[in-house]
């Protein structure tokens, strides 16, 4: 079971950027599928998750600039990222949450994630 993030990188505020998670070893389809971000000596928060459904929810820092989406055939997470702003820079990681029944917002319950990807945007 492996999760593998990409697409980070340095952008100006008001740019743009599409994360991928690359999936092996399971059917993220099957999962509930997360995006959390850690700053630099900050707590990991949830910014969006998706239900195995497709069902998204987003932090309020993020809704109308941020959308989460899945290719279930491809097996990859996205998160496209639109207007960014300083305070979005962070590490961003996909994680998945093993247990069945409703997408949880804390980290706790994602059991595997992936290595990060660095998001840097500047003002």
């Known amino acids: 079971v492996q999760l593998v993030e990409s697409g980070g990188g340095s952008v100006q505020a008001g740019g743009s950027l599409r994360l991928s998670c690359a999936a092996s070893?399971?059917?993220?389809?099957?999962?509930?599928m997360g995006w959390f971000r850690q700053a630099p000596g900050k707590a990991r928060e949830g910014v969006a998750v998706i239900s195995s459904d497709g069902s998204p929810t987003y932090a309020d820092s993020v809704k109308g600039r941020f959308t989460i989406s899945k290719d279930n055939a491809k097996n990859i997470l996205y998160l496209q990222m639109n207007s960014l702003k300083p305070e979005d820079t962070a590490m961003y990681y996909c994680?998945?949450?093993?247990?069945?029944?409703?997408?949880?917002?804390?980290?706790?319950?994602?059991?595997?994630w992936g290595q990060g990807t660095q998001v840097t945007v500047s003002s």
């Open positions: 070893g399971f059917t993220l389809s099957t999962y509930c």
């Open positions: 994680g998945v949450q093993w247990d069945a029944g409703w997408c949880a917002w804390s980290t706790g319950p994602y059991k595997t």
